[in-house]
């Protein structure tokens, strides 16, 4: 399995999430799942390096280009395609890597699935999802934690039986 990461993408980019990418590299020990860091592949791997991190346990596709936080997520994606999101989603579809995740600008992180990898047929709009504990030890799973500001009746009855 390959887990692809915009280095790139969030407030404390790329530090925070290359120090994350060698947390989960230690907690995977598994030569089966492989970590594709994409961003700048120069700062990558200087973050790498100066987290204490084994580049050899990484893949690097170079994204010479971020998509901020204030821009708007579609042009932002048709102007930029060589962006860490645009490049991440791009190798998704190609079927290069198998699971695509940023903290980056969530707008674009929903444009880019629903243009690359596509919703399931008779889905009307797109959600982001988070797993939230509950007390009894067991987790649950909470839908539309973000991206849609205003949604219509039909499509919060769809998350409800989503």
Same mark, same amino acid.
């Given at each position: 399995?390959?887990i692809?990461?915009? @280095?790139?993408?969030?407030?404390?980019? &790329?530090?925070?999430?290359?120090? #994350?990418?060698?947390? @989960?590299?230690h907690?995977?020990?598994?030569?089966?799942?492989?970590?594709? =860091? %994409?961003?700048?592949?120069?700062?990558?791997?200087?973050?790498?390096?100066?987290? #204490? $991190?084994?580049? $050899?346990?990484?893949?690097? %596709?170079?994204?010479?280009?971020?998509?901020?936080?204030?821009?708007?997520?579609?042009?932002?994606?048709?102007?930029?395609?060589?962006?860490?999101?645009?490049?991440? !989603?791009?190798?998704?579809? *190609?079927?290069?890597?198998d699971?695509?995740?940023?903290?980056?600008?969530?707008?674009?992180?929903?444009? #880019?699935?629903?243009?690359? %990898?596509?919703?399931?047929?008779? %889905?009307?709009?797109? +959600?982001?999802?988070?797993? =939230?504990?509950?007390?009894?030890?067991?987790?649950g799973?909470?839908?539309?934690?973000?991206?849609n500001?205003? +949604?219509? &009746?039909?499509?919060?009855? *769809? !998350? $409800?039986?989503?």
């Amino acid at each position: 399995m390959k887990i692809g990461i915009d @280095a790139m993408g969030g407030d404390f980019a &790329p530090k925070a999430v290359i120090s #994350g990418a060698i947390l @989960a590299q230690h907690e995977f020990n598994s030569t089966s799942i492989r970590i594709v =860091l %994409v961003g700048d592949e120069k700062i990558i791997q200087q973050t790498i390096q100066e987290e #204490g $991190g084994n580049l $050899g346990l990484f893949d690097i %596709v170079h994204a010479p280009d971020v998509i901020g936080m204030g821009e708007h997520p579609t042009k932002a994606l048709s102007h930029k395609p060589q962006s860490s999101i645009a490049v991440g !989603f791009s190798l998704l579809k *190609q079927g290069k890597i198998d699971s695509f995740a940023s903290a980056g600008n969530t707008g674009s992180m929903l444009v #880019g699935s629903m243009f690359s %990898v596509k919703s399931i047929a008779g %889905v009307i709009r797109p +959600c982001i999802t988070s797993v =939230l504990p509950k007390e009894d030890g067991g987790v649950g799973l909470i839908l539309d934690v973000g991206t849609n500001a205003d +949604c219509k &009746p039909d499509v919060l009855y *769809q !998350f $409800g039986m989503l």
